[in-house]
């Protein structure tokens, strides 16, 4: 079956540093992919999305590749800030029934 | 606004005791889902509705139990046989079936059983 497979956490960053939160996957097809973000308290909210092989989705600083020829789709921030600090979720749709699967998360702690 | 809604936002409730958690949407979305959430496990989903009056059975079915009468209602009832219920419970949305489209999430439902 399909799974998502994320960094451990916590990670613990100083403000302005470089950010890598890694993520591969397993999935039949050519699925798309997915990154969310949960504050504190909060539900999930979408960041970023890509849905074929070599799309690169953006948002608020934030970026990953869809590399199918590593089944990755890390995630990358060039200056992270306190406000960043937060849990982030990989996550794959192989289409069909509607399921996506979910990574365990990562939580990232952004210390000024 | 559009969105989805989860009340209440904490809930407290006896062992033994049924409860129904609500989520409404009103984006017009044909998929909606239940998920549970425990400290580092991620998320796990319990049920999935794909449209009005159908629902599947997720990988954590057991204990729960779901009704889809109207588009916009997909309520979550945790019902006594459920051993551990005690966790943050998160509904979420979605346009359709294709598989590129993302899940719109509600502010979750944290359930507390004593």
């Known amino acids: 079956g399909d799974s998502v497979t994320q960094m451990e956490g916590p990670v613990t960053l100083s403000e302005e540093a470089f950010l890598t939160i890694n993520c591969t996957y397993t999935?039949?097809?050519?699925?798309?992919l997915f990154w969310y973000v949960q504050y504190p308290g909060e539900g999930l909210q979408l960041l970023l999305k890509?849905?074929?092989?070599?799309d690169k989705g953006s948002n608020k600083g934030f970026e990953a590749t869809y590399r199918k020829e590593t089944t990755s789709f890390h995630l990358e921030k060039g200056s992270v800030q306190v406000s960043d600090s937060a849990v982030y979720f990989c996550?794959?749709?192989?289409?069909?029934?509607?399921?996506?699967?979910f990574g365990t998360g990562t939580k990232l702690q952004v210390i000024p | 606004d559009g969105g989805i809604t989860q009340s209440p936002k904490y809930l407290f409730r006896k062992e033994g005791q049924n409860v129904t958690l609500s989520c409404e949407q009103n984006?017009?979305?044909?998929?909606m889902y239940w998920y549970r959430q425990d400290p580092g496990q991620g998320l796990r989903l319990i049920y999935y509705?794909?449209?009005?009056?159908?629902?599947q059975k997720g990988d954590i079915a057991e204990g729960y139990s779901v009704s889809r009468e109207k588009k916009e209602s997909f309520p979550l009832t945790v019902t006594s046989a459920q051993k551990n219920p005690t966790a943050f419970y998160l509904c979420?949305?979605?346009?359709?079936?294709?598989?590129?489209?993302?899940?719109?999430f509600g502010p979750g439902t944290r359930l507390t059983v004593t």
């Open positions: 984006l017009n979305h044909d998929a």
């Open positions: 996550a794959l749709d192989s289409g069909g029934y509607q399921k996506v699967t």
């Open positions: 890509a849905t074929k092989a070599d």
């Open positions: 999935a039949t097809g050519y699925p798309s």
């Open positions: 979420a949305s979605s346009i359709g079936a294709s598989g590129v489209y993302e899940q719109y």
């Open positions: 509705s794909q449209i009005v009056n159908d629902f």
